[in-house]
């Protein structure tokens, strides 16, 4: 089994825009429930739209749910295209070629016989990314195979299998070790006993880990993940491979049925959803497959439960905060910072950035969730909930107005505290960074119409970026077939390797703004 090449969104500082049609970019939209979204290798794709600031929305088109580069998914459907019969067909074979070679059934079996080999014979193939059994030892001999895998080492997967972290596809940034422990500790203080892991792999081992401990915890987890190569580590009752922008369940009805029966335990009590999807998502299908989840879980309450929420840690940067508020008003964003392993920017400590911008929204009321004094957190009897010690009560704003754990400043001609390295700005009128460009984005950020950035700084510009890609080399295939011969491919890459530069510029400037 090769690692999966499904490109998995970016984790970055920049989002992408959801429906954002007030303020004139492309967006996304829902697509039509009468007309079904047409399949590409990872479930329905979505229907995006491109509209141009004070025009008409242009015509709309289909693309696939989970990828952002065109090089890991490339689907590309006009929503008014009609396809010939031909080309519908070769596209059904494509789809079913891009399936994992093994069934869930056969990576089990696989897994069962695996366990019962002696620990010289337990081996694994670091390039294949794969666990051998002795009949594939021959295929993967010149590869880098590391042997005696320890039953230690197969109950944590997300250390022996390197994390897919290209940042233009697979996104997979991994928890640091304090802050897995701090979330299964919380987890299991508030008394849950079944967590859904959405994207959470490593939660989802330390979960489990701890319930085989000494100190046996009883908490069960379920992980829904694009990762197929996880397959290789859990029982059908414990991984679905799954998509979470499209809520598609690659083994079908069997592990639909699996999740719902997990939600369903019980009647509902005890469970709690925990997910880290990708920040380069797009926050709507997000919202829009969680909703399902909740729906799922709703279905096997009692009727006089049906005031109840499905209680939900989203894990995401503050500034997704109104995105996802918008989305699930109940929510409320902790002043915890997630931190990371293999993320430079997002780590705690000497070694990255002092701060994640990572947060966790939460429907549970906040005044129920310690955060570690040790690690800096003190409670507001105001807030009535945990915060960062820089976090300050301020008394015009009655609240700890910090997002980003730094202290902020109350501006009173804004009426409301900012950023500490903002100062207000009389010819803008608001308070900005001191080196902005004054009479710049008056109407707010052409992209999403926030009045601190301008569009090239907006943390939602990935989506444009995508959006227009796609839309231009369609127009580009159509228009000039000679020029894509040859020199495409040098041009190409030179464009990419400077627009990921020109982003993580970005990036960088947003979070340290
Ligand atoms: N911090 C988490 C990992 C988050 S990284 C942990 O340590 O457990 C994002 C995760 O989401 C990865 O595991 C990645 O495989 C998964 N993912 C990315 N795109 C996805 C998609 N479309 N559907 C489901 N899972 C996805
Ligand atoms: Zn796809
Ligand atoms: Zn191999
Ligand atoms: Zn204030
Ligand atoms: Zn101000």
Redesign the pocket.
Known sequence: MAAPR?G??T?EAEGIAGRQASSGVEAVFPSDPATPAPLCP?GPTLLFVKVNQGKEETRRFYAC??CRDRKDCNFFQWEDEKLSGARLAAREAHNRKCQPPLSRTQCVERYLKFIELSLSQRKFCQRCQQLLLPDDWEKHQEHRVVGDISITQLKRP?QLLYP?ENKKT??????ADRS?QFLVDLLSTLGFTRVL????????ELIRLKASGEKKSNIKSLL????FRYSQFYMEDSFCH????NHHFFDGKAALEVCRTFLQEDKGEGVIMVT???FG?LVEPLAVTFKKLIAMWKEGQSQDSSHKELPIFW?FPYFFESRICQFFPSFCMLDYQ?D??NHALYKHGKTGRKQSPVRIFTNIPPNKIILPSEEGYRFCPLCQRYVSLENQHCEHCNSCTSKDGRKWNHCFLCKKCVKPSWIHCSICSHCALPDHSCGGPKDGCFICGELDHKRSTCPKIATSKKVNKAVRKQKQRKSNKMKMGTTKGQSTNHTSVTRKKNRRERAHQYLCS
């Open positions: 499904d998995l969104a984790v990872h749910s989970a997300s897919l697979n996104a997979q940034y991994l928890f897995c892991c959405v994207g959470t792999p490593r939660l989802h829904l993940d694009i990762d799954y998509n979470m922008f880290d999807p990708p998502g894990i997630v990371y392993d």
